[in-house]
């Protein structure tokens, strides 16, 4: 069952002079279906100015269409009265955690949400345990947020998102201002999520190494989706992703450069571990005679 859905959603930006007329158009996405499955993880790629930003804010109804429609689950994003619900519905995390935590204590913090949603005070505890545990941050719940690290961080404000029960969450670029250990930490604590406790992921980046267990990659450029499949679909075609100006994983470019190479490897290597396993099947080929 699809629980978002987009048909020919657009959305434009608009410079204003002085006066407060419309200077210019600016068109962030273009025309853009999308259909995503409950419980599926979905990792949306593109360059800067993509539009991939834009789109997820759409889930979440903080911007509204400028043309086509957008539902999630079963709400569409143009229905005043149902923004609360769509909120409900589809929790997002921000790029730079601080700007989402405001509790002094991590416990209270993820427990501000449910609060105003006026759950009963048992059930926010309750929520806040298993969110915080969820993440593994349960054993940090007395601390201050200020004194955690920037991966720390970014898993009390996915706590905090857990904790109103939402079924779909949207990360929008949630890793950008993390060293590379805060970045595996937050990605597998999102992997997590949606294997144990069923919740679709919509997962905005430029890292390719953190698609690579999505059910599902969605590359965006100027506005519009260009392509779309399986992470080895999609990785296969190293050509076309570098003239949309996106990397694709290390083990994926060195698996490409030696078959351009005249070595004979399959397409779609996403990991070194498949990269190894290739070249030793390739270099027993060899050694037999095939």
Not at 58 to 68: R, S, W
Not at 112 to 123: A, K, L, S
Request: charged letters at 25%; hydrophobic letters at 35%; one cysteine or more.
């Amino acid at each position: 069952m699809g629980i978002i859905k987009a048909r020919k959603l657009a959305h434009d930006y608009y410079k204003l002079d002085d006066e407060g007329k419309v200077e210019s158009t600016s068109r962030a996405v273009d025309h853009v279906d999308l259909d995503v499955q409950e419980g599926d993880f979905v990792a949306i790629l593109g360059h800067n100015g993509s539009g991939k930003s834009t789109l997820a804010k759409h889930i979440n109804a903080i911007l509204l269409p400028t043309e086509g429609t957008l539902i999630v689950d079963g709400n569409d994003t143009k229905d005043e009265s149902k923004i609360w619900d769509i909120r409900q519905t589809a929790g997002m995390v921000f790029q730079n955690p601080d700007n989402q935590i405001i509790g002094t204590i991590v416990d209270e913090d993820v427990g501000f949400g449910p609060e105003n949603m006026g759950v009963p005070t048992q059930e926010i505890w309750e929520r806040v345990e298993k969110s915080l545990r969820a993440v593994g941050m349960w054993e940090y719940r007395s601390h201050s947020p200020n004194k955690l690290s920037g991966g720390q961080k970014q898993r009390v404000a996915i706590a905090g998102v857990v904790a109103m029960r939402p079924k779909c969450i949207i990360l929008d670029e949630p890793t950008a201002m993390l060293d590379p250990n805060g970045r595996k930490e937050v990605i597998r604590t999102v992997h997590g999520l949606n294997k144990s406790e069923h919740v679709t992921v919509v997962l905005i980046t430029h890292y390719m190494e953190e698609v690579i267990g999505a059910d599902k990659v969605i590359v965006m450029d100027q506005g519009k989706i260009v392509m779309q499949g399986t992470p080895r679909e999609v990785f296969s075609h190293v050509e076309e992703l570098k003239r949309y100006r996106l990397d694709v994983p290390q083990a994926t470019l060195v698996a490409h450069e030696l078959q351009k190479a005249g070595i004979d490897l399959p397409n779609g290597i996403l990991s070194n571990e498949e990269l190894t396993a290739a070249l030793e099947d390739y270099r027993k080929g060899k050694k037999n005679g095939n």
